[in-house]
């Protein structure tokens, strides 16, 4: 990694596949730990949780300022949050794809009211 790259925004998508019957307990899980501990965290831009139509699979994505930042978060979240497998198997997700993601370009729309 490039000193540069270290400085870039900087996202993480975990991908999660669980059967619709638990797909909302596992949205209201992960929503509650990104505002309890996630957003906390310095560099943190954004988190949001989204569901596909078929409500069999859940996308987490979460924003932060640099690489660096999510790294120094990951290694503070072991200390407190909990553990993610326990979040995993409480809400039978199948399966978890992570990919992390350097951001290399952004279009915003106008804002909206």
Known sequence: ????AATLP????VEFAVDPQHQAGLVGALNER???FTRTYPGFV??????????????????WLSKTDCER???NAEQGEGDMWE???RHRATSM?????EVAGEIVGPRQG
């Open 73 to 75: 978060a990951f290694e």
């Open 97 to 101: 794809i992570f990919n992390a993601y």
């Open 46 to 63: 954004r988190a949001s949780v989204q569901v596909s139509e078929d409500r069999q699979r859940v996308l987490s994505h979460v924003q």
């Open 10 to 13: 900087f996202s993480q998508f």
């Open 34 to 36: 990104f505002e309890q």
């Open 1 to 4: 990694m490039t000193p540069a």
């Open 87 to 89: 979040l995993i198997r």
